[in-house]
Nanobody, 119 residues
Framework: QVQLVESGGGLVQPGGSLRLTCAIS????????MGWYRQAPGKERESVAD???????TYIGAVKGRFTISRDNAKNHVYLQMDNLKPEDTAVYYC?????????????WGQGTQVTVSS
C-alpha cells in the first residue's frame, strides 16, 4: 500500500504563492504517475497536474503557466508550486499515486489540504 500525506495549504491573497508537498511512504516501487487533484465546494474533483516516472508533466489549461509540478525521488516527495493564485483556485487539493501491481493498477489518495485564495 502507498500512503500519501499532503501539506502546505493555507490562506493566501490573490496573486500570492503556495507550495504543496505530498510525502509518499509505504510500497513505492511501481509508482508510474503522481498527480494533484482539487475539489471546490459544490464541484467535482478535477485533475490539476500530473508527473510520470520519466518526468513528463501535464496540466489543465486553467493552471498552465502558474502551477508547476515536480518530484524529488530521493525524498519521495511530489510538489505543486502555485503562483499567481486566483480565488477560483480555492479548493481542497489531493495527491494521487498510481502504482502497477500484479493485480492491476492501484490508485491511492491523500487526505487533502485546503487552499483558500481570498483578500
Amino acid at each position: 500500500q502507498v500512503q500519501l500525506v499532503e501539506s502546505g495549504g493555507g490562506l493566501v491573497q490573490p496573486g500570492g504563492s503556495l507550495r504543496l508537498t505530498c510525502a509518499i511512504s509505504g510500497i513505492t516501487a511501481g509508482i508510474y504517475v503522481m498527480g494533484w487533484y482539487r475539489q471546490a465546494p459544490g464541484k467535482e474533483r478535477e485533475s490539476v497536474a500530473d508527473i510520470s516516472s520519466t518526468g513528463r508533466t501535464t496540466y489543465i489549461g486553467a493552471v498552465k503557466g502558474r502551477f508547476t509540478i515536480s518530484r524529488d525521488n530521493a525524498k519521495n516527495h511530489v510538489y505543486l508550486q502555485m503562483d499567481n493564485l486566483k480565488p477560483e483556485d480555492t479548493a481542497v487539493y489531493y495527491c494521487r499515486a498510481d502504482r502497477a501491481t500484479d493485480e492491476g493498477p492501484q490508485r491511492s489518495w491523500g487526505q487533502g489540504t485546503q487552499v483558500t485564495v481570498s483578500s
